[in-house]
């Protein structure tokens, strides 16, 4: 069987569309592959999420209430700190708020000794510092509850840290004091070590 020119042809049509149909097929698409979807959950999965998250959402305005109520406390006992600028200033104010003390007890208290101690850190994180000072007096009894009375009374956050009594003249029953006050400091006023530690 002999091949005609028209029939040459033909086949070479045929093998140039069959070059071109396998280019196509095979030639690499830069369409990003389709994306994998997760099997839908399933009904109760999803109404199970849809309760909690409301629960939550119920929840939210007491958590904000509780939250004010907090942030209000703080600030009302924020509000006793000695504030000063520097740790020696914060010293002397409780220093001061003990002479007034002591000036309105009956008869005045008169101190025999001041020791300014230092300012130590006070609970964890850094926020606060106490501002330590004793002092040393004779005074009866009733006096010494008058003066923690008057000292627990006050707006600045002054308590007692330690306390020791001896007793001095037995016939005029009066009492060797020596009290150690701490006074409630902004932490930026607690020494720092160079290491960054509060000593």
Same mark, same amino acid.
């Given at each position: 069987?002999?091949?005609?020119? @028209?029939?040459?042809?033909?086949?070479?049509?045929?093998?140039?569309?069959?070059? *071109?149909?396998?280019?196509?097929?095979?030639?690499?698409?830069?369409?990003?592959?389709?994306?994998?979807?997760?099997?839908?959950?399933?009904?109760?999965?999803?109404?199970? &999420?849809?309760? /909690?998250?409301? @629960?939550?959402?119920?929840?939210?305005?007491? /958590?904000? /209430?509780?939250?004010?109520?907090?942030?209000?406390?703080?600030? @009302?006992?924020?509000?006793?700190? !000695? &504030?000063?600028?520097?740790?020696?200033?914060?010293?002397?104010?409780?220093?001061?708020?003990?002479? +007034?003390?002591?000036?309105?007890?009956?008869?005045?208290?008169?101190?025999?000794? *001041?020791? !300014?101690? $230092?300012?130590?850190?006070?609970?964890?994180?850094?926020?606060?510092?106490?501002?330590?000072?004793?002092? #040393? =007096?004779?005074?009866?009894? +009733?006096?010494?509850?008058?003066? =923690?009375?008057?000292?627990?009374? @006050?707006?600045?956050?002054?308590? #007692?840290?330690?306390?020791? !009594? #001896?007793?001095? $003249? $037995?016939?005029?029953?009066?009492?060797?004091?020596?009290?150690?006050?701490?006074?409630? *400091?902004?932490?930026?006023?607690?020494?720092? /070590?160079?290491?960054?530690?509060?000593?």
């Amino acid at each position: 069987m002999t091949l005609t020119a @028209r029939d040459k042809r033909a086949l070479a049509a045929l093998g140039v569309a069959l070059v *071109v149909s396998l280019a196509v097929y095979f030639w690499p698409q830069n369409e990003p592959a389709p994306a994998v979807v997760e099997p839908a959950a399933s009904v109760k999965a999803s109404e199970k &999420r849809l309760e /909690r998250v409301r @629960r939550l959402a119920a929840q939210l305005p007491a /958590r904000e /209430r509780q939250l004010k109520a907090m942030q209000q406390e703080l600030a @009302r006992w924020e509000a006793g700190l !000695i &504030r000063a600028e520097t740790g020696q200033q914060a010293q002397a104010d409780v220093v001061q708020i003990l002479r +007034e003390i002591a000036s309105r007890q009956t008869p005045p208290l008169e101190f025999a000794s *001041v020791d !300014i101690g $230092r300012i130590r850190p006070f609970g964890k994180g850094g926020h606060y510092g106490e501002a330590l000072v004793s002092v #040393t =007096f004779d005074c009866a009894i +009733e006096q010494l509850v008058n003066l =923690f009375a008057d000292l627990a009374a @006050r707006p600045e956050a002054v308590v #007692t840290d330690e306390i020791r !009594i #001896t007793a001095t $003249r $037995r016939k005029d029953k009066l009492l060797r004091v020596q009290l150690r006050v701490a006074g409630l *400091v902004p932490g930026s006023l607690v020494p720092q /070590r160079k290491g960054g530690a509060a000593f």
